[in-house]
């Protein structure tokens, strides 16, 4: 018996946009400024937080020359303007996949990037009308692997989450989405791929998302949603 797809939910870095070196950047040189060190190994533990918590990991990191706040505002306004100053890093199969999908079923952008972010990304990419929703998971209580981001975006939707398809490129995304009652599609990025585990997870892994058409969503609708 088939489960229908109602909606599809995009993350956004990692599958629109590939600016996850931006936000190393960012946060490595507002520690710098600080009199302190942020590095890839740090950046690895706040991969999925919303900006309430990677501020506040930055914070205890840093200790108290800086606040959070301080840090979220600096770090925000430093992503923002390489939006607007530098080349988008476009992930092209992404936008198509938007842009395909846009008259099927309602779409929505479900991310833990600051919504000042969000609306920069969209605004640079052109796909904002595409969208019925978009939300930042500042505006929820957790950031990913919690679900609250994907479970708010369903009932602002107003369609069961088991109706939602997920699309992902890391593992803090796709236990969000299972955790939300989910399907979910894997899309790895070739520069920052996810755990291994990732991929037996979830529910299908495509290496591009112009893989992503009639035939594989009638396949996933056969899937029935976790839980």
């Given at each position: ?140 209580g957790k950031g990913k692997p919690a679900p609250d981001v994907y ?14 398809l997920v699309i992902e490129d890391s593992m803090a995304g796709v ?37 992503l058409d009639a035939d594989v969503l009638a396949r996933l609708e ?6």
């Amino acid at each position: 018996m088939t489960s229908p797809i109602l909606a599809v939910i995009f993350d956004l870095d990692g599958v629109l946009v590939d600016t996850e070196p931006w936000w190393f950047e960012a946060r490595a040189s507002v520690a710098a400024d600080g009199g302190g060190r942020w590095t890839a190994d740090d950046e690895a533990t706040v991969k999925g937080a919303n900006s309430g918590e990677w501020a506040a990991a930055m914070a205890s990191r840093l200790g108290p020359t800086i606040s959070a706040d301080a840090i979220e505002q600096a770090v925000v306004a430093a992503v923002v303007a390489r939006y607007r100053r530098d080349v988008l890093p476009v992930i092209d199969a992404g936008v198509r996949a938007v842009q395909r999908l846009a008259a099927d079923a309602p779409l929505a952008v479900a991310s833990s990037a600051h919504g000042a972010v969000i609306d920069a990304a969209l605004d640079a990419l052109g796909l904002r009308d595409r969208f019925a929703l978009v939300l930042s998971s500042d505006a929820v209580g957790k950031g990913k692997p919690a679900p609250d981001v994907y479970l708010e975006a369903a009932r602002r939707l107003s369609i069961p989450p088991a109706g939602c398809l997920v699309i992902e490129d890391s593992m803090a995304g796709v236990q969000a989405a299972l955790g939300a009652g989910m399907r979910v599609v894997l899309v790895p990025a070739a520069g920052h791929p996810p755990a291994p585990e990732a991929h037996a997870l979830a529910t299908l892994v495509l290496d591009s998302l112009d893989r992503l058409d009639a035939d594989v969503l009638a396949r996933l609708e056969a899937v029935p949603p976790p839980g």
